[in-house]
């Protein structure tokens, strides 16, 4: 569904995800159907981008098909040499080559200042993984393009952060309209109080949401 990055010091455990899916049974008996449905929390798994290259992608992939992004990202990721090109490398593109390859003039802008502070060191994964979730936020805001839903989506999918509630995102409150059988679909401040019991799991539970409205 989603992808993962090195997001955690290799010094630090990643969550447990079994104890995350047995806590979150026992204190939610309607997740717990999703949770016995869906099986095992798959958030651990993925790929190993760096991320830097997360960002990328997700500025190249915004407001686009997955198929369109997939193909504007190859192109720009063979500009810059292939592979897992590094920040350099795109900041020596040229913004027309940029702009041919897909990416529209404000998303040129977006990748550049993503690979100019890369460069300069204000963009380092070493130290975003200490910060706590809303410094996390914070910090990855700064870049141009990436909003607070994306921030979220990184802490949660890449850098496995076990406890963030994306309230903004539109499919996680109807998935869990669905799931709790509401009549409306639940405004942020009634899912926070719904999703109280999850944590200190709730990026979990969130999760489970997600898989179980994939699997409609």
């Known amino acids: 569904m989603h992808r993962r990055a090195v997001g955690y010091d290799p010094a630090m455990s990643p969550p447990d995800y079994t104890r995350a899916r047995r806590d979150l049974a026992r204190r939610d008996p309607v997740l717990a159907g999703v949770i016995r449905r869906v099986g095992a929390c798959r958030l651990?798994?993925?790929d190993h981008r760096s991320l830097f290259h997360v960002l990328l992608g997700t500025i190249v992939s915004q407001q686009l098909s997955a198929k369109?992004?997939?193909t504007i990202h190859g192109r720009v990721v063979a500009l810059a040499g292939g592979g897992s090109p590094t920040p350099q490398a795109i900041l020596s593109l040229e913004p027309a080559a940029l702009r041919a390859a897909g990416l529209s003039t404000r998303k040129v802008e977006y990748v550049r200042d993503l690979a100019g502070r890369a460069v300069a060191g204000t963009l380092a994964a070493r130290h975003i993984v200490h910060l706590s979730d809303e410094d996390a936020i914070a910090?990855?805001?700064r870049v141009r393009g990436i909003g607070r839903w994306s921030a979220e989506m990184v802490l949660i999918f890449h850098l496995l952060r076990p406890d963030v509630l994306p309230l903004d995102d539109v499919s996680l409150l109807n998935a869990a309209q669905r799931v709790?059988?509401?009549r409306t679909r639940p405004t942020p401040a009634r899912f926070t109080r719904l999703a109280e019991p999850w944590r200190p799991w709730r990026s979990v539970g969130c999760w489970y949401l997600w898989a179980a409205a994939d699997g409609d």
């Open 44 to 46: 651990g798994q993925g």
């Open 180 to 182: 709790y059988g509401l």
């Open 68 to 70: 369109a992004a997939a």
């Open 139 to 141: 910090e990855l805001v």
